[in-house]
């Protein structure tokens, strides 16, 4: 086994591990997981890499990612007094009362933006980790062989979660801990503690599956089917046709994972970004047979789950409806909140992984309603990292989004195309449910959607006259 082979199976290996130890939430599979990840890293840098395909875009990356430290960095450094009052007035007025009160003694640690040091380090070191898988991933992904097994193996990874989430559901196997105290009904949360973000995980991979069946058909079954009036019934006798079933059949486990999982906002998600492939897809081929494929294949999943049992569904939907409820109506004063605490620190926020300590003076809730998280991405990483470091964060994700539909309808390479659909259909899918939760705060969702990106930032653009299938 060449070098290369076991760094790529270095990453697999980060990935089961984030994902299956509880989604690396708890702070010891946090730890672990930086340490792997160092660690690999570190070998990785030393080994010869001479054979070895380049990534593309490799300065942009490079840029994005050197501002993305700069700025939980210069969270942790000293200021001189004048400058800590126009980058962070609010805290810098208030350390100051405190000090004059005789309740502080002037220190090098009231001078950070940072109102929580040892945590934004903390934080800092966790970001510093998926961005070295960030790196790791853009340079192993870069050929079409690796990106299909990468695929193959996100594919595979979110079935076991998702299968695991069904037998939790119907009573085979128990929710694990901590999550079995979590929920006042059984639903489907696989190894994650939260439902919503074992939802936000499946939401990433079923794009995935459905770029891999897109890729199946355009090169092992389209090519041996003419534009003949009597192609359907050439198509289901194909001998590859049971497979093409076989994916479809998988592809709605997925979804019936995210149906049980009770997430809402994962169902709605899952929807949208069914309707958003098959949309990009109807305008690079035929509008009418992609719309009557999603049709069809959403009506699988509605009529499979129906024959399995809707009505303990609706039952243990309602269970959960009333809790939920009750936190979507609170979630838009504390969406105000936040967004009074992003105005009063608005160039280097409060400091990355500070918005629970932050969100204290601002809390318009009964103490006792204790919010850790937004549940709002785009509003907690202006609040950590103030509003420049998000718009560099998600100006980014866009940017890679719009260059992922370029290289869908642009790239004649089928390989390309699959990875280009796929991650496109995830990174739509965490930007939609980002809105109302915080997938992009759990490590296990940072390092799969990392690896994602670092596949797509890698493509090579690529003008070719060579005909796309039709």
């Not at 105000?336 to 620190?345: A, C, N, P, R, Y």
């Not at 390092?447 to 299938?469: D, R």
């Amino acid at each position: 086994m060449n070098t290369r082979a076991l760094f790529e199976s270095a990453v697999y290996l980060l990935l089961s591990f984030a994902v299956t130890a509880s989604a690396a939430t708890p702070p010891w599979a946090r730890a672990i997981l930086c340490a792997m990840a160092f660690l690999v890293f570190a070998v990785f840098l030393v080994i010869p890499k001479r054979n070895w395909a380049t990534a593309a875009h490799r300065r942009p990356s490079a840029v994005v990612t050197g501002l993305l430290l700069l700025i939980p960095l210069l969270q942790l450094v000293p200021l001189p007094a004048g400058l800590l009052k126009v980058v962070s007035p609010v805290h810098a007025e208030f350390i100051g009362q405190l000090i004059a009160k005789d309740y502080l003694t002037p220190g090098w640690n009231h001078r950070l933006t940072s109102i929580h040091p040892y945590n934004t380090l903390e934080h800092l070191l966790l970001l510093l980790a998926v961005l070295c898988i960030f790196w790791m991933a853009r340079r192993i992904f870069t050929t079409p062989e690796a990106r299909r097994r990468l695929f193959v193996f996100l594919v595979a990874l979110g079935l076991l979660q998702a299968l695991l989430g069904l037998l939790q559901y119907f009573g085979v196997l128990p929710l694990f801990f901590p999550a079995r105290d979590h929920y006042e009904a059984i639903v489907a949360s696989g190894t994650y503690v939260n439902r919503n973000h074992f939802a936000g995980l499946l939401e990433m991979v079923i794009p995935l599956l459905l770029g891999f069946t897109y890729y199946f058909y355009l090169t092992h079954i389209r090519p041996d089917i003419p534009w003949v009036p009597r192609r359907r019934k050439i198509l289901y006798a194909h001998p590859l046709f049971p497979v093409l079933l076989l994916l479809m059949f998988l592809g709605l486990l997925l979804c019936l994972g995210i149906i049980f999982s009770m997430s809402r906002t994962g169902i709605f998600c899952m929807l949208a970004t069914l309707f958003f492939l098959g949309l990009i897809i109807s305008m690079r081929h035929g509008r009418r047979r992609v719309q009557m494929l999603v049709f069809l294949f959403m009506l699988g999943v509605v009529c499979y789950a129906a024959w399995i049992g809707l009505d303990p569904v609706i039952e243990r939907f309602d269970q959960l409806l009333l809790a939920d409820t009750m936190h979507s109506i609170q979630r838009i004063p504390v969406w105000q909140d936040s967004w009074k605490m992003i105005l009063d620190f608005p160039w280097l926020g409060v400091g990355l992984g500070n918005y629970e300590f932050a969100f204290y003076a601002y809390n318009s809730l009964p103490l006792s309603v204790i919010y850790n998280h937004a549940h709002n991405d785009y509003l907690e990483y202006a609040a950590d990292l103030g509003i420049p470091g998000a718009l560099l964060l998600f100006g980014a994700i866009v940017l890679l989004l719009g260059y992922g539909l370029r290289v869908f309808f642009r790239h004649a390479n089928p390989t390309d195309s699959m990875m280009a659909l796929g991650v496109s259909g995830a990174i739509f899918s965490i930007l939609t449910h980002s809105f109302t939760d915080f997938n992009l705060q759990i490590p296990a969702n940072m390092v799969v959607f990392a690896v994602l990106l670092a596949v797509l930032s890698s493509v090579h653009p690529q003008n070719t006259n060579e005909p796309v299938p039709e």
